[in-house]
T-cell receptor
């Protein structure tokens, strides 16, 4: 069974601070996706990383896939209250069905 | 921008009743999925569907569950005899073959009383 561990589980910071959340596994994934989920809504895709060592930037968000494709990180620069939400990582196992294995998420609160 | 839609947004049912959750995937997508999320827990894979058949199912997806793509646009999840522990958010997702991303619908909140 593939597992994804996200840390920290909760993070509360002040506006303007930087933060990093981590997503770790002992399993290799063919790709890893980051989603953001608001209460009572479905996960919204932020980015997909595919290649080991890959770095992708989305405005103030930087996503990195580990060289061995077992871990990933999300770094937010100068966090804003609008960044508040649940951040989920999900690994794709490849094969013929491409199902996703999700972590439990990091609940980020950015205080003004 | 195309999106996955789901109906109803909230379904309340009594234990033992049958429910059907409906999804309209993105039109040119070929792979379809159902996931569920029990309150406070992580999103869990239920079943994947491709080429009009189930390609993989989890241990959660027992004989009480079934999926169907009846008309080429809708994708449904049926629970034949609901249990209290089936209460959860159910998410439909779809993807194209050549892209990696799965796109999720807004979910159906199922409450079994």
């Amino acid at each position: 069974t593939q597992l994804l561990e996200q840390s920290p589980q909760f993070l509360s910071i002040q506006e303007g601070e930087n933060l990093t959340v981590y997503c770790n596994s002992s399993s290799v994934f063919s790709s890893l996706q980051w989603y953001r989920q608001e209460p009572g809504e479905g996960p919204v895709l932020l980015v997909t990383v595919v290649t080991g060592g890959e770095v992708k930037k989305l405005k103030r968000l930087t996503f990195q896939f580990g060289d061995a494709r077992k871990d990933s990180s999300l770094h937010i620069t100068a966090a804003q209250p609008g960044d508040t939400g649940l951040y989920l990582c999900a690994g794709e196992s490849g094969g013929s069905n491409y199902k996703l294995t999700f972590g439990k998420g990091t609940l980020l609160t950015v205080n003004p | 921008e195309p999106e996955v839609t789901q109906t109803p947004s909230h379904q309340v049912t009594q234990m033992g009743q049958e429910v059907i959750l409906r999804c309209v995937p993105i039109s040119n997508h070929l792979y379809f999925y159902w996931y569920r999320q029990i309150l406070g827990q992580k999103v869990e894979f239920l079943v994947s569907f491709y080429n009009n058949e189930i390609s993989e199912k989890s241990e959660i997806f027992d004989d009480q569950f079934s999926v169907e793509r009846p008309d080429g646009s809708n994708f449904t999840l049926k629970i034949r005899s609901t249990k209290l522990e089936d209460s959860a958010m159910y998410f439909c997702a779809s993807r194209r073959t050549e892209l990696y991303e799965q796109y999720f619908g807004p979910g159906t909140r199922l409450t079994v009383t």
